[in-house]
């Protein structure tokens, strides 16, 4: 080989060379994705998910085991409870209880949800001594589940939070009823912990989570930003409470035709998971001063969100809430609304999965 040639190949080596550097910097930067941006997230199978919370205890039932755990005052002949927006058509019930959450788990196979995303508040907390019950119960009935991650640990920063959420995924990830997208755990991240550490640092997180969780798992962010659909797999978002006040289902159609469409857009345009809200209504006046009140309009509000959900062509969208009782946001039978909410989730639940998702390539 002459000098001429040798230098070059000795130049194109280093020109190679150098792009792989700035790939590996560019990488580490910008954190490594869960669900590869690249890939047809179109392959993503349609699914209705609701929140589900397994924190609440009665003095009888396993949970509460001699007292009341988040319900307050209870007062069973006039069918009250204190920190209760409605009351129960099981009454105040222990989350803890195998039976009640069979129950709850056949009113949400006859719903046509496919998912309870179970509030999560730490190792060792009441939420996490529900979870394998949870799970076991969805097993039994064709469900799955996941954690919705609502706080992180301190000091807060990217190392507690990625320490903590593996812990889940080993102990819960391999689960034959945990969700999963891919062959990967799902974990929904809540926006208190957006707060708590900012998107940067949630990058670092999860990159110390995919180093340390053999396969890697998929995080959906509660936020619809175009930084967080770089950050995380997928975007949602919890309430929209906030944005449904004072508003009739006739304007809440309008705010819904604009608002959904331009967060799949925004989902689909990072190549990312998108997950669209609904909720029956929103009533937290009784736990909070002067709170907040979205009427249910005989179930209207409700119907006009699932149609024009429908019609935004999200991967999946999420019900808020099956029992949160104490704001009010709840679908499971109540002696106010009886099985109305869980009839009504059947219906449209049935109409999204109807028909195969809109194949829409990522921007580039």
Not at 37 to 57: E, H, I, L, Q, S
Not at 160 to 187: C, M, N, Q, W
Not at 271 to 277: D, E
Request: proline share 5%; aromatic share 12%.
């Amino acid at each position: 080989m002459t000098g001429t040639n040798r230098n070059k190949c000795l130049s194109a080596f280093f020109s190679i060379l150098s792009l792989l550097l700035i790939a590996v910097m560019i990488t580490k930067v910008c954190g490594q994705p869960n669900v590869e941006t690249n890939r047809d997230v179109n392959a993503v199978p349609r699914k209705v998910m609701t929140f589900y919370y397994p924190w609440y205890g009665t003095p009888r039932g396993p949970g509460g085991a001699g007292k009341t755990v988040h319900w307050g005052r209870i007062d069973e002949v006039n069918k009250n409870i204190e920190a209760s927006t409605h009351y129960p058509a099981l009454g105040a019930f222990d989350s803890h209880d195998p039976n009640v959450i069979d129950q709850h788990c056949r009113w949400a196979k006859r719903a046509g949800i496919d998912t309870l995303i179970v509030s999560w508040w730490g190792h060792g907390d009441f939420s996490d001594r529900a979870m394998p019950k949870i799970l076991d119960g969805c097993q039994r009935y064709g469900l799955t589940a996941t954690i919705y991650y609502e706080t992180i640990p301190r000091p807060q920063n990217p190392q507690s939070a990625a320490d903590d959420i593996t812990k889940v995924l080993e102990k819960y990830g391999k689960h034959p009823a945990f969700l999963k997208v891919s062959g990967k755990p799902v974990v929904f991240i809540y926006g208190r912990t957006l707060q708590e550490m900012g998107l940067s640092d949630w990058r670092k997180a999860i990159e110390i989570i995919n180093t340390n969780y053999k396969g890697g798992f998929v995080a959906i962010g509660d936020q619809f930003s175009e930084d967080a659909a770089r950050t995380f797999d997928g975007v949602h978002t919890y309430n929209t409470a906030g944005s449904l006040r004072n508003l009739s289902p006739e304007t809440t159609r309008k705010w819904a035709a604009e608002k959904y469409p331009s967060w799949v857009k925004l989902a689909d345009g990072a190549g990312k998971i998108c997950a669209i809200t609904v909720i029956p209504g929103y009533d937290d006046t009784k736990i909070r001063k002067p709170g907040l009140s979205v009427g249910r309009y005989d179930g209207e509000l409700y119907r006009v969100q699932w149609e024009e959900a429908i019609k935004a062509d999200p991967h999946w969208i999420l019900v808020t809430s099956f029992n949160e009782w104490h704001e009010g946001s709840e679908i499971e039978p109540s002696t106010e609304y009886k099985e109305q909410y869980i009839d009504l989730t059947a219906k449209y639940a049935k109409r999204f999965k109807a028909k195969d998702r809109i194949v829409r390539p990522a921007q580039k």
